[in-house]
C-alpha cells in the first residue's frame, strides 16, 4: 500500500507543476503575450491550432489533477495511524492528598532528665 501512495503522490506533483506550467504559457483573452516564452514562441510548436491543443492538454490535466485528489483523500482517509493513541481510563480511585488516613509521624524526644 506504501508504495502505490508513494507513486500516486509522485505523479501528483509532477501533473501539479505541468498543469502550472501549462496555464502560465498559454496566452490570455486580451492577446497579450504569456509569462514565458510571448505569444509567439507557444503558437510555433504546434501551428495554428495551438489554443485547441493548449485547451484539450489543460482540460485533460485538470481532469487527470482532479481524479488523483480524489485517489489521495480516500487513500489516506482509511489509514489507520493516529497521531495520538486513545488512553483507555483507569478504574483507580484518585488520590486525595487532603484526606489522608495515615497517622501523623511522631518524633523521638529527648529523655528527660
Known sequence: MGFLIGTIVTLFVLLSLFLILLVMIQTGKGGSAGMLGGSTASQS???ASTADVMTKTTRVSAILFILLSLTLSFL?????????????PTLEAP???????????????????
Do not use: I, M, Q, R
Open 95 to 113: 488520590v486525595d492528598a487532603t484526606n489522608t488516613n495515615e497517622a501523623t509521624p511522631v518524633t523521638p524526644s529527648s529523655p528527660a532528665k
Open 45 to 47: 510548436v504546434f501551428g
Open 76 to 88: 489516506f482517509a482509511k489509514k489507520d495511524d493516529v497521531l495520538l493513541p486513545e488512553v483507555e
